[in-house]
């Protein structure tokens, strides 16, 4: 079993700084990335920032400059520092971690997913 669970989300105003945690816990063997992905009413969900174990970063459009994730691979936990918001920033914020998962074959990749956390950026 693993668990993802998020935290830090909240309500802050335009222009503020909010830092999400992503805490992975269980059966986790080693982590081939870890990541943000958001959706908001109506929309896809759609991915904000990714970190692999090597430490390389990739970032979703909307995220580019104003936010940085980063990893603690020794505790398993992702961060993701959140500057200068902006409403249309308004969504949940699911954790992904993408790990090897035992098969009766070996192991296989595999994507586990957070329940989200709620952001909302508005005065």
């Known amino acids: 079993q693993v668990q993802l669970v998020e935290s830090g989300g909240g309500l802050v105003q335009p222009g503020g700084s909010l830092r999400l945690s992503c805490a992975a816990s269980g059966s986790i063997f080693s982590i081939n990335a870890m990541g943000w992905y958001r959706q908001a009413p109506g929309e896809q969900r759609e991915l904000v920032a990714a970190i692999t174990a090597g430490g390389s970063t990739y970032y979703g459009d909307s995220a580019k400059g104003r936010f940085t994730i980063s990893l603690d691979n020794a505790k398993n936990l992702v961060y993701l520092q959140m500057n200068s918001l902006k409403p249309e920033d308004t969504a949940v914020y699911y954790c992904?971690?993408?790990?090897?998962?035992?098969?009766?074959?070996?192991?296989?990749?595999?994507?586990?997913w957070g329940q989200g956390t709620q952001v909302t950026v508005s005065s």
């Open positions: 992904k971690l993408g790990a090897p998962r035992m098969g009766v074959m070996g192991p296989y990749a595999y994507d586990y």
